[in-house]
């Protein structure tokens, strides 16, 4: 222990030897070794940073006659050379041990029938006759079920037939696929694990369902070496990963307490290797990724240019769109944000069109089709490519580690790009022999460049003044022209009606005379970005006390910040809309006067994240009298996390060029004479100010671990945790209330009435019951207000609000969690695998309930609901030799179910659209968390009175009632929504193969995600009016459909309740549509250049590749919607990587 060395070896070989105890000071391992083991007939071998042990037999006096000599090498199978590998003359006790180049030689009887066997750990044997041969080369194949795996908690590392609790732990050939994170690789390996996507489109994983009512409090804990992280899958290099454990219940994972109920993902970084053939490894490894061009079908589904003039022309003519339409010919109107049909009709209404220049015009935008022009101007090939370098060294009493990654990555849409730097060191140094040392350091930087043409809103402050994102793709009519026929860019509207505007206001007097936009142009002139520096380090000691008994104290500090930066010069529209709309404009005069200057914009904010673990603890590991094992923890710990956000005020007059501001002319305060423009920001103050946010997360926790092993067969384990922080009340008997776990193992294979089942390699039973805890940040105990960072406009002092009105009571949510399992290999690992299964009882489970508005307010968030997850898990694998090792299959099947159910939630009435939003007011006794609500469509019904026929559609309601769209559906939104399934696939599974073909490896991983629902997307009924929307591409089935079956569009008349259909269509009962499908997710193929080609190049080992991801997916629905990538985001692209790896 005192060397940082891991050792392996079958524990037989010790039985009934003799203890030796050696005294040395600054002495080689090596020396150590050989003087204690190596005399008593051992035989060592050093491999990497593992010092493998193995029993020599002697070797008595034969005679020699009528022999020859036998030599040879042995290699493992990827052609390295073994040494310590037992070769014996099978029968007899004479033998040899292979040298540190795998080499052997020895002298049999010159019989061509005698067998020579090979052996050694981890590895399985083989006998070899040797014929008339005096030489042989042996490859021998790994056997990872002679080893006992190791399981790694974060604050321990314990066998894995000593383990009690439920985890997974991920092989090598599964880390070593090309991946740009971590999270990726993680898709689909293991059972109980569900993988979706955040708001950003990054990889998040639900580990046996969903635990809390707040999502955002849902996900699974990241730890790295032993510390949770920050920065979770993003600030870790996935190249540098040497193993992934995901613990699942309670007995794994409770040892981390009040962050441990959504389960903990254990992520262990390379260190440097241990070699006795050679100094320093290099490894290296590239890859570029490619993917087509974003499918404009999936991420901007729209009806044909036809099709859409038609639909806005239908509805001009009857005037169906309502308000606002037709415009009259003021400048009040200049601002109506008419497309280019709508503005053509109503000119023509006007005089101002004629009815043949009409019909040109229309005709001419129907035959245009923008797509292309999107593609070529606005869209490009997807690519990243990643670079990294790792150097490793080690010796007997120090190791180190050094990596460098940089990636770049170039999204779909132009202009929009990303470069990712990270270094990586990691070192174990003995110092003494009675103490160790570690630290790691890991710093990476980001720098992220958007152009805003895939945004749904501009960032930030620019959604304070505009409704749609200009530059933006799905802003636009299918036949806005990026340029002409010419190549000359267009001039679209931007929200303005131009010939209105032309007509009734003095453009040129402003202070930007052009009021049109092209996207083309807008994302050249905007710097849209952020840049991020993040930093961990850890650092710790090892005292070794006594045998068996180690003190650990560590460290662990970390950094995030990151900086955003968006620049607008004046070219953009964004600068020259805001700059005009603010100006004051005497309309008697037509004198302008600019109350901004003049200039681009430029906007900042900086998030800061720092936090510090301090943990302190001992550990005792014995094994007394060969039959009792005792591993015990004991330790305390401390974090606190801070988190910062400033948002600078918006610069004006920003010249990027010269690094100069423009000044207001009517001063940073005070209220504006705006134009009179119906914008919103008619007689709002500007006020020139910072806003700032703080936040401090502060814990303090005891823990304690324990198993007891007896006779390698009978394991019980136990686990106690108290955590205290600020976040929870201070009531003792909240705030150190005890998580906790029991586990018992049985190891029955291990039986001596099992011993005649030859083909049972593994068979261990488990169960394990405690409880894990969660904490919701969106409350407080105590209440909380939030200062206005602006003065009041007629007091001028600061105002405050109320954010949460504090719950005295307020504590850690608790999951409780029985698990029974059964770990099982059979016939040599032909058939190997786990089975689980769970049930999860969540309660304290914080919920917003009604309470009376006495307090101050009517809803509060308390910890009153529970919930229940019940479920069970399926591993299978084979690892099947089809042609000795040239001819290998692997393969592994998991499968997993969940039946999620809120128990408790002290809710009576739910309003409809409480309901179909979803989110923390959608939750309902008795129901699963993710329940999809929707209305009864009804068909249409008469609404008219007497002879006047006004056919509307309707909903069922109460009683069978029917409700129109044009109205609020009264009462309790239960009694008329209904239960159309759960939105979260119960049934999951991963099926993953890898077929070894001489020197060519192919793999494949098939998911599928079954049991759930979604709503498809809907015809989208828009308005029209202010240029709200285009009509998708369901609008020729909706125009052909049944009114009894499908919403119909209302030609035949005006509708001016059309604006509130939004509340309804979206959320109808025929909309709802399996969301079942298989993905083929992975297909690799992988060239392994075979070590006799490589010989004179200096390389160990080389290989090439070829992977496509996301290549296929199989939808049950009929109308090819991805319910994970609907219609209207960004597609799931296959995509393909080609790389190479080599060290040497």
């Keep these: 222990q005192q060397t940082g060395v891991n050792f392996l070896y079958n524990a037989s070989l010790f039985e009934g030897a003799e203890k030796v105890s050696v005294k040395a000071k600054k002495e080689p391992l090596s020396k150590v070794l050989e003087e204690t083991l190596g005399q008593k007939g ?68 010159d019989n061509p029938e005698v067998v020579l066997q090979f052996s050694f750990v981890g590895m399985k044997s083989q006998e070899v006759k040797i014929g008339t041969h005096t030489t042989l080369n042996v490859v021998l194949e790994s056997d990872t079920k002679a080893l006992d795996e190791v399981l790694v908690t974060g604050y321990q590392t314990i066998s894995k037939e000593r383990a009690t609790g439920s985890f997974d732990m991920l092989s090598r050939e599964q880390l070593n696929k090309p991946a740009s994170t971590l999270a990726s690789r993680l898709v689909g390996v293991t059972a109980g694990v569900q993988n979706n996507l955040d708001e950003d489109g990054n990889i998040v994983f639900e580990i046996r369902g969903q635990t809390s009512l707040n999502t955002a409090n849902a996900r699974p804990l990241i730890v790295v070496d032993g510390f949770p992280v920050e920065g979770e899958f993003s600030s870790i290099n996935p190249n540098d990963v040497e193993s992934v454990t ?17 389960g903990v993902i254990v992520v262990t970084t390379k260190k440097g290797a241990l070699s ?23 991420y901007n589904p729209l009806a044909s240019s036809a099709e859409t003039v038609e639909y806005e022309r239908k509805g001009f003519e009857t005037n169906f769109f309502g308000i606002g339409v037709p415009a009259d010919d003021s400048w009040m109107n200049a601002q109506a944000a008419y497309s280019q049909v709508t503005a053509a009709l109503n000119e023509n209404r006007l005089g101002h069109l004629s009815d043949g220049d009409l019909e040109a015009t229309l005709e001419k935008l129907s035959r245009q089709n923008n797509k292309e022009q999107i593609k070529k101007y606005l869209l490009q090939i997807p690519v990243t490519q990643q670079y990294n370098v790792n150097i490793s060294g080690a010796n007997e009493r120090m190791n180190n580690m050094l990596s460098l990654m940089y990636e770049r990555e170039r999204d779909g849409f132009k202009e929009n790009h990303k470069d990712k730097l990270m270094v990586n060191y990691r070192t174990n140094v003995n110092l003494f022999k009675w103490l160790d040392f570690n630290f790691s350091g890991m710093v ?271 394991t019980v384990s136990g686990s106690v945790r108290t955590d205290a922080s600020n976040l929870i009340t201070d009531d003792p008997k909240y705030r150190y209330a005890p998580f906790w776990s029991v586990g018992l193992g049985w190891q029955i294979g291990k039986e001596d009435f099992m011993q005649d089942a030859k083909w049972i390699d593994r068979l261990n039973i488990r169960a394990t ?44 949510e608790r999951t409780g969690t029985w698990d029974v399992g059964i770990d099982y290999s059979f016939l040599g690992g032909k058939l190997a695998g786990k089975i689980d299964v769970y049930s999860k009882l969540g309660k304290d489970l914080m919920a917003s309930m009604s309470i009376p508005s006495v307090n101050g307010t009517t809803s509060q968030s308390l910890n009153a609901a529970k919930m229940t997850n019940r479920g069970i898990e399926l591993e299978v694998g084979t690892q099947l030799p089809i042609y000795g090792d040239k001819i290998v299959w692997t393969g592994n099947l998991n499968f997993s179910y969940n039946k999620n159910k809120i128990q408790e939630l002290y809710k009576a009435t739910y309003r409809a659209s409480e309901l179909y939003s979803g989110g923390t007011y959608a939750y309902v006794e008795g129901y699963d968390a993710n329940t999809l609500w929707v209305f009864e469509y009804a068909g249409v019904e008469n609404r008219g009175t007497g002879a006047s026929l006004d056919w509307q559609p309707v909903v069922k309601g109460v009683n069978g009632e029917t409700y129109d769209f044009s109205t609020w559906t009264p009462g309790n939104g239960l009694d008329y929504m209904k239960d159309a399934g759960t939105k979260v696939a119960p049934y999951a599974f991963g099926f993953s193969n890898s077929f070894k073909i001489y020197d060519f490896n192919l793999s494949f991983l098939i998911t599928g995600k079954f049991g759930h629902k979604f709503m498809r997307t809907p015809f989208n009924y828009p308005s029209m009016a202010g240029g709200s929307g285009q009509p998708n591409k369901y609008y020729s089935e909706v125009l052909n459909s049944d009114p009894s079956e499908q ?97 040497f």
Excluded at 783 to 791: F, G, H, K, Y
């Design 444 to 714: 990476q930087y980001n720098k992220v460049k958007n152009s805003g043409i895939n945004a749904t809103s501009l960032p930030r402050y620019a959604g304070d003044f505009f409704s749609i994102a200009y530059g933006s793709i799905q802003g636009l009519q299918p036949y806005d022209m990026l340029v002409d026929e010419d190549g000359n860019r267009t001039k679209l509207s931007g929200g303005f009606y131009p010939q209105m505007l032309d007509r009734n206001v003095p453009t040129e007097n402003f202070p930007y005379s052009d009021w049109s936009y092209n996207p083309i142009t807008e994302i050249e002139n905007r710097d849209l970005g952020y840049k991020e520096l993040n930093a961990r380090i850890q650092g710790g000691l090892t005292v070794h006390l006594l045998e068996g008994l180690d003190f650990d104290t560590k460290i662990q500090y970390e950094m995030y910040n990151t900086f955003y930066t968006d620049i607008y010069n004046e070219n953009t529209f964004t600068v020259r809309r805001l700059i005009n709309t603010t100006s004051s404009w005497d309309k008697t005069t037509n004198v302008v006067t600019p109350n901004l200057a003049k200039g681009g914009f430029k906007e900042e904010s900086k998030e800061e994240i720092t936090s510090y673990n301090f943990r302190n603890q001992l550990n005792f590991d014995r094994v007394f009298k060969d039959r009792h094992a005792l591993n015990v923890i004991l330790g305390t710990e401390i974090r606190e996390r801070i988190a910062k956000t400033t948002d600078y005020p918006r610069t004006y007059g920003y010249s990027d060029e010269t690094l100069s501001v423009g000044i207001y002319p009517n001063g940073p305060t005070g209220t504006l004479d705006w134009t009179g423009f119906p914008n919103g920001m008619m007689d709002n103050a500007f006020e020139y100010t910072n806003s700032y946010t703080y936040n401090r997360d502060r814990y303090f926790s005891l823990y304690a671990n324990a198993a007891y092993t007896l006779d390698e067969k009978y």
């Design 42 to 109: 051992y035989a060592i071998d050093y491999r990497d940073e593992v010092v493998v042990i193995l029993k020599q037999e002697p070797q008595p006096f034969v005679p020699q006659v009528n022999k020859r000599t036998v030599s040879g090498t042995v290699k493992d199978s990827d052609g390295e050379p073994v040494p310590g590998v037992s070769v014996l003359v099978k029968g007899t006790q004479v033998g040899v041990a292979t040298d540190v180049n795998g080499r052997f030689e020895l002298r049999v009887d």
């Design 276 to 298: 006795a053939q050679k100094g320093a490894k290099i490894e290296v490894s590239a890859f570029v990724e490619v993917q087509p061009k974003i499918d404009l079908d999936q």
């Design 769 to 812: 019951y405690g409880y894990n805890g969660n904490v919701d940040k969106s409350t407080s105990f105590r209440p909380l207000i939030s200062v206005n960072s602006t003065q009041n406009e007629y007091t001028h002092g600061f105002t405050a609000a109320i954010q949460s009105f504090g719950n005295p009571d307020l504590r850690w």
């Design 246 to 262: 995901i613990l699942k219940d309670a007995a794994a994972a409770s040892i981390w307490g009040a962050r441990s109920a959504n």
């Design 1047 to 1143: 919403v119909p569009i209302p030609f035949d008349k005006s509708e001016p309740r059309y604006f509130f259909w939004d509340r309804f269509y979206p959320y109808l009962d025929y909309l709802v549509e399996s969301a079942a499908h298989i993905r083929l997710q992975e297909l690799n193929l992988t060239y392994n250049m075979p070590k006799r080609l490589l010989q004179k190049t200096g390389i160990d080992n080389l290989a090439i590749y070829a992977q496509g991801n996301n290549l296929c997916t199989w939808l049950k629905n009929k109308y090819k919607e991805d319910p994970e990538h609907p219609f209207g985001t960004t597609p799931l692209q296959a995509t393909y990587t080609f790389g190479l790896r080599f060290d």
